[in-house]
């Protein structure tokens, strides 16, 4: 691991200490790398304790209390402390200031803060799994949530923490395109995975807000008695769900930007092609988070809303597949006739072409008011959602960990173990999510602990699909572990990339640039 100016992030300074005092947006990145992970290992352990449960009909390994527990926990942890912060906080930290050509975020200090913040609040929402449980589902719907016996408060308190971690690092990327972009880039000179997260930026800031005044009126209504959502006092419980999904629903897109972005990068680097349509691409992120705003209510369309309203949701939310579908149609476009390297990066990137687009389709499907009315709280909704968080957002998370691993370490992964953790996570996926598609049409609820005999077949070959997930996944770690200890030597551009954090030594020194780098033309020009 060479650098020009003989230190770098990982080297400069040794020791523990030096690690959680560091304002080095790099290291940070790293620090959020390692936490991410940490929650999605326990995240997917709560995961394959469901499919272990749902393996036959009847009782398997836990109770139908335990249960509740269980998919409360797997959902309030992939949600809040993997998919949300995995790409902003891990690969957004580390390199958005490299693509600016800057030498650091705008406040380092309120960089490291917002990882203590989101630690902090993962703790306290660990610790309620120690306090009597969890159960209400990682939405917190009322009337059950003020009124159940458990650790509603410390999971509650503790995402109301998690999300000022979400609203300092949405603030700081916002200051930093502003005001510290390299001489000569414009916003049209931005790489496009700096376009996602500046959209998505505005997002957290905007809708993180929300999120916090909601869980603290839930934690108002349950300590002082206030009549909020509580109808014996006055209260609505519905209203509960029109301000938890005017966050969560941009939330879904807070999740999906920044793996739009990852995947506009890997998409033009191995296909050695400028990108089609850059500002179509670039605006149609921008797009997205104005149109995330105006469709939580498809989310209630049996909540007893009116029919008007219902038909408003319903039309927004086919708008927002427009931009969606740019998108698509762009990075198809691109690799069209492209000089295209199957490198593991791409392989992960027409992972998430594939599974996100029948992510996208059946989202259209549910957006039909009368669709929804039957597909509703079943097996449909779960294999849509998965499909795309899942099937989009964790899948541009490792072609991301792939592609710029080099910049992180200096050092190239096994090419041929990260293929395999690829096809073991794409298959694996498909078997798990598409049989629930089937179970939804036939009608079986979600969030259920038990379910009828002849449901039993499908969720055998489901529970199959998510213990090959989960191998790919530890050959993944794998990878990734063996990589930072013996890959081979990388140099600053294995890839032959086109932005700036290609332009330094890999890993970068302390402050990014030897000299300061000036922008004379796009991002992505290859030919």
């Known amino acids: 691991m060479s650098s020009a100016s003989g230190k770098n992030y990982l080297n400069e300074t040794t020791g523990l200490w030096s690690w959680l005092t560091t304002l080095d947006h790099k290291r940070i990145g790293i620090l959020y790398m390692i936490a991410v992970m940490t929650f999605f290992a326990i995240g997917g352990t709560f995961a394959m304790l469901i499919r272990w449960e749902l393996f036959s009909v009847g009782k398997n390994i836990m109770d139908a209390k335990q249960y509740n527990q269980v998919m409360t926990f797997h959902g ?47 703790g306290i929402a660990f610790f309620s799994l120690f306090y009597n449980g969890v159960d209400t589902g990682w939405t917190f719907y009322t009337p059950y949530s003020i009124s159940t016996q458990n650790g ?42 700096i376009w996602a997260l500046y959209s998505t930026a505005l997002l957290q800031i905007l809708a993180t807000p929300v999120l916090a005044i909601t869980l603290l009126l839930l934690t108002c209504e349950r300590v002082l008695g206030v009549g909020i959502f509580d109808p014996k006092l006055g209260g609505d419980p519905v209203l509960f769900q029109h301000f938890f999904w005017f966050y969560s629903h941009p939330a879904v897109y807070i999740m999906i930007l920044p793996a739009m972005g990852v995947v506009s990068e890997l ?24 149109v995330s705003f ?14 008007v309203a219902g ?17 698509v149609f762009n990075w198809t476009a691109t690799l069209y006739r492209g000089s295209v390297r199957f490198d593991s990066p791409l392989l992960f990137a027409l992972g998430f072409l594939f599974l996100f687009t029948i992510g996208g389709v059946t989202g259209i499907i549910l957006a039909v008011v009368g669709v929804d009315v039957h597909f509703h709280d079943t ?31 200096g050092r190239l992964v096994n090419e041929f173990w990260a293929r395999i953790s690829f096809v073991l996570i794409f298959v694996g996926f498909n078997v798990t999510f598409f049989p629930q598609f089937i179970l939804g049409a036939m009608g079986m609820p979600r969030r259920y602990y038990d379910y009828l005999p002849e449901y039993q077949s499908l969720n055998r070959i489901s529970s199959v699909g998510a213990w090959t997930i989960g191998t790919g996944f530890l050959i993944g770690l794998g990878v990734i572990i063996h990589g930072m200890k013996r890959g081979k030597i990388a140099g600053p551009n294995p890839w032959g990339a086109k932005t700036l954090e290609w332009q330094t030594s890999s890993p970068p ?19």
Not at 106 to 117: D, G, I, K, Q
Not at 294 to 307: A, D, I, L, N
Not at 383 to 403: D, E, K, Q
Not at 519 to 527: D, H, I, S
Request: net charge positive; with cysteine.
């Open 152 to 193: 509603t408060i410390l999971m509650v308190v503790g995402a109301f923490i998690i999300g000022f971690s979400s609203i300092l690092t949405g603030l700081n990327f916002i200051v930093t395109v502003h005001k510290l972009r390299a001489p000569g880039m414009s916003f049209w000179r931005m790489p496009l995975f």
């Open 311 to 327: 038909i408003l949701f319903s039309f927004i939310t086919m708008l927002v597949g427009v931009p969606t579908a740019i998108k």
């Open 76 to 122: 309030a942890i992939m949600v809040f402390m993997v998919i949300i912060p995995g790409i902003p906080a891990f690969l957004g930290n580390f390199i958005l200031p490299l693509q600016l050509g800057a030498k650091d975020v705008a406040f380092p200090r309120v960089n490291l803060m917002s990882w203590y913040c989101l630690l902090t609040g993962a």
């Open 294 to 307: 105006f469709v939580w209510g498809h989310h209630m369309f049996v909540s007893g809303q009116s029919e």
């Open 267 to 290: 998409i033009t680097a191995f296909s050695h092609k400028t990108i089609f349509g850059y500002k179509a691409i670039a605006l149609s992120s921008v797009g997205i988070a104005a």
């Open 379 to 409: 097996y449909f909704v779960v294999a849509h959602f998965h499909y795309v968080m899942v099937g989009g957002t964790l899948m541009a998370i490792m072609g991301g960990i792939y592609y710029w691993f080099p910049k992180m370490f």
């Open 509 to 527: 020194p302390h402050e990014n640039f030897l000299v300061q780098p000036v922008v004379t033309a796009g991002p992505y020009e290859y030919r």
